[in-house]
Each structure stands twice: as structure tokens, then as C-alpha cells.
């Protein structure tokens, strides 16, 4: 598809499981952004990746939070040992460069019990 | 403090009516402002992006952005139910964007 595409759109998890979100961002684009939405609260900055750059982690909150990118293409969010206050819809958005338009995905929609 | 504020709302307004969202932020840094619309369940779509003070009109909707009071501002003119959506405010600085809490507008038929 044209657009960027995330997966699961919906994860229900356990307390304490590891979970893993997938981004596959819009071809072309070297900027891949993860961000995170609580209920009726604005996007807030996970990690960006720009091409072979290191990537800025200083939004991760914890060390459970872990994101991979290879080169332009795929990432993958992964959260160990899940908690109730991870719940939140974890939002991924590309870039055809730094500081343009955001093209967002739909969304992974996460659930902690 | 945060570094963009944005009254939630819940903002109602009837069908024609002007809408009008507000955002104040604290870093002077910020060079590009954005707004962005989301409906429900969706992801954000970006709806205006501007540089530099003054206004910016694309349609019915005119972004206005004031660096020197640090004050950011949407207006919706003749809105529709379409429009019904929250509003997020978008400042930024070098490659990264910071979000305000959004607005949810509904605009009644």
C-alpha cells in the first residue's frame, strides 16, 4: 500500500508479557518516528531513526522499551515485561526528510490487563 | 510545565459556525508549526504547516502563529460535520515534533 502500515492493529497482553509493534513505513521515506497516545492525551515522542544515523532514543521511558530500524525500511517497537500503564495506542509515522510532514500510521492499540 | 498547552475542550459547535483552537507553547526554539486533525481511531493527517508569524489561509482554515507571544492558533470558518474531529497542534525543532493534548470538535448537523 501507499501508505505507512502498522501491525497488530489491536494487542491485548498480560501483565509482564513482552509485546512486539511492526511499522513498515512509506517507501522512500528515511525518517521513521515512533510516538505514544494515552486516552486524551497528545502524541508523545518515543524514538527516531533517520536513515544510518544513531537513532534518538531519549523519549523511551524505561529500559523496557526497545525500537529497531533496518537501514530505510521496517521497525519493530519492542516492550519487555509489559505493565497496565503501557496501554496506550503506539503511533508510527514516516518522513521523506527531517522536519517535514508526518505521515502517520493508524495505529497499534495495546492493552495491558 | 509542558511544553505545549492545548485546551482539550470538548469544543460543540453548530453547522457554519467559526472554530476557533489555541495552543501556547514554551520553547522559543520551535521553527515550523503544524496542525494536524485526527479522527477517531485513526492516525493524524497533517492540516496546515507554517514557518514563520503571521497568518496562513488554505480554504476555510487559516493557521496564525505569533513566535514572539508563543502563541499558536486554528480557525475553522463555516464548518461542517466533516470537520468533527480533535485538533492536535504540532510545534517543532530541528526533526522533531511536539504534540499538544489536542482538541475534540464536534460540529452539529
Known amino acids: 500500500g501507499a501508505g505507512v502500515s502498522q501491525s497488530p492493529s489491536n494487542k491485548v497482553t498480560e501483565k509482564g508479557k513482552d509485546v512486539e509493534l511492526r511499522c513498515d513505513p512509506i517507501?522512500?521515506?528515511?525518517?521513521l518516528y515512533w510516538y505514544r497516545q494515552r486516552l486524551g492525551q497528545g502524541l508523545e515522542f518515543l524514538i527516531y531513526?533517520?536513515?544510518?544515523?544513531?537513532?534518538?532514543k531519549s523519549g523511551l521511558p524505561s529500559d523496557r522499551f526497545s525500537a529497531e530500524r533496518t537501514g530505510e525500511s521496517v521497525s519493530t517497537l519492542t516492550i519487555q515485561r509489559t505493565q497496565q500503564e503501557d496501554s496506550a495506542v503506539y503511533l508510527c509515522?514516516?518522513?521523506?526528510?527531517?522536519?517535514?510532514?508526518?505521515?502517520f500510521g493508524e495505529g497499534s492499540r495495546l492493552t495491558v490487563l | 510545565q509542558k511544553e505545549v498547552e492545548q485546551d482539550p475542550g470538548p469544543l460543540s459547535v453548530p453547522e457554519g459556525a467559526i472554530v476557533s483552537l489555541n495552543c501556547t507553547y514554551s520553547?522559543?526554539?520551535?521553527?515550523?508549526f503544524m496542525w494536524y486533525r485526527q479522527y477517531s481511531r485513526k492516525g493524524p493527517e497533517l492540516l496546515m504547516y507554517?514557518?514563520?508569524?503571521g497568518n496562513k489561509e488554505d480554504g476555510r482554515f487559516t493557521a496564525q502563529v505569533d513566535k514572539s507571544s508563543k502563541y499558536i492558533s486554528l480557525f475553522i470558518r463555516d464548518s461542517q460535520p466533516s470537520d468533527s474531529a480533535t485538533y492536535l497542534c504540532?510545534?517543532?525543532?530541528?526533526?522533531?515534533?511536539?504534540f499538544g493534548a489536542g482538541t475534540t470538535v464536534t460540529v452539529r448537523a
Open positions: 509515522a514516516s518522513s521523506l526528510a527531517s522536519a517535514g510532514e508526518l505521515f
Open positions: 517507501s522512500g521515506h528515511t525518517a
Open positions: 531513526f533517520q536513515g544510518n544515523s544513531a537513532p534518538d
Open positions: 520553547n522559543s526554539a520551535f521553527q515550523y
Open positions: 507554517t514557518y514563520s508569524s
Open positions: 504540532a510545534p517543532g525543532g530541528d526533526y522533531k515534533l511536539s
